[in-house]
């Protein structure tokens, strides 16, 4: 990790890693391609089942309320407010990371619990949409949407995956959330101080963006398209 | 990575964090406000919306995987050993959306296949329930 990247360095010869990152960097971002085909092969599902419908729901109609709004129509509205949580905690995730490269815990401390924060209001915000929808009458196997078109639902296609996969997506905000608090409290204990290092946070930091970025696709496929 | 702990580098990485979230906060905004203006005007047209939508989508993409992943930032072996795989997504995405597709029209076209159970059903409890 300590080699200078030169422009002819052999890689290919030995004695260095011929991607010049750690091993546990390495393997998170393996697993974090074999995490994508997942979320990938659920994405191009719900696509395919939208490529075979005849009609489809509005996602302007469907997600259109605000908490505490009662019956305004706010299309789009909440949803931005949850991208914009996921991806302000991504900043203070790399804030954290930046902070740990300098070795300065006391803002390591600072940005890993604002990201903490970030992920526990994201995953509120799911739990509210999720229960509003709930109470509309849409849940696996339940939905009540019209279609875009004025027709009558045909199927339930669109609430199976909506809540498939967006469920899954939220586990994985889940267990981000605790990855930064068991890594917070490893921090506080001065784990990575003593280690010399703080690549930890970088490796639960990789992890975190990668929720984000799925977002990124789940908020274009669910709510835009 | 190398340890050049000085304090021009930290703020100079810090900016550049602080620039790739505006990228990203601007252009989520562009798609909400996109999303608005097809709701009032019925312009841009569907088919062009999604495009934008779609472009605007690996546009992000991109900021956070090189930026905030820092792969923009690592040796080049690594950057293809992870984009590579992910390239089997293109002709995934192909095949499958022109599969469904095709499926609509086998069904629309031939009036002797049989109906999938869902278009029968009304969807309240469709399949799940006993």
Not at chain 2, 2 to 25: C, E, G, M, P
Request: charged letters at 10%.
């Amino acid at each position: 990790m300590d080699n200078a990247v030169t422009a002819n360095k052999k890689w290919w010869s030995g004695g260095s890693s011929p991607f010049n990152v750690s091993y546990g960097k390495l393997m998170m971002w393996y697993f974090l391609i074999s995490d994508a085909f997942t979320f990938g092969a659920l994405l191009i599902a719900y696509g395919t089942q939208r490529f075979m419908a005849e009609a489809w729901p509005d996602p302007n109609v469907v997600f259109h309320s605000f908490p505490f709004m009662g019956h305004a129509d706010l299309p789009l509205v909440f949803v931005s407010l949850m991208t914009f949580i996921l991806i302000m905690s991504s900043v203070t995730m790399v804030l954290a990371v930046n902070a740990g490269k300098y070795m300065d815990k006391q803002s390591v401390v600072k940005w890993l619990s604002w990201t903490i924060v970030g992920g526990i209001m994201f995953l509120g915000c799911q739990a509210w949409e999720w229960m509003h929808l709930h109470e509309v009458g849409a849940w696996w196997g339940q939905n009540p949407f019209p279609n875009a078109d004025g027709t009558a639902p045909i199927s339930t296609n669109f609430t199976d995956f909506f809540f498939t996969i967006t469920g899954f997506h939220g586990l994985h905000v889940t267990s981000g959330v605790i990855l930064n608090i068991i890594v917070l409290v490893n921090v506080l204990k001065g784990t990575y101080e003593r280690r010399g290092h703080y690549e930890m946070v970088e490796k639960v930091g990789l992890y975190w963006h990668f929720v984000d970025l799925v977002w990124v696709f789940v908020f274009t496929c669910f709510y835009l398209l | 990575m190398a340890h050049t702990h000085n304090a021009s580098d930290r703020q100079a990485s810090i900016k550049s964090i602080w620039r790739t979230f505006w990228i990203l906060l601007i252009v989520t905004m562009v798609e909400v406000g996109l999303a608005f203006l097809h709701l009032y005007t019925g312009f841009p047209g569907k088919l062009l919306l999604n495009s934008v939508f779609i472009g605007l989508t690996v546009v992000k993409a991109f900021y956070i995987v090189a930026e905030f992943m820092h792969l923009g930032h690592e040796i080049k072996n690594l950057i293809w050993t992870i984009l590579m795989p992910l390239l089997l997504f293109i002709w995934f995405i192909i095949a499958f959306l022109a599969d469904g597709d095709s499926w609509k029209h086998m069904r629309r076209n031939s009036p002797s296949a049989p109906l999938p159970a869902e278009k029968v059903a009304p969807a309240h409890g469709g399949g799940n329930h006993h």
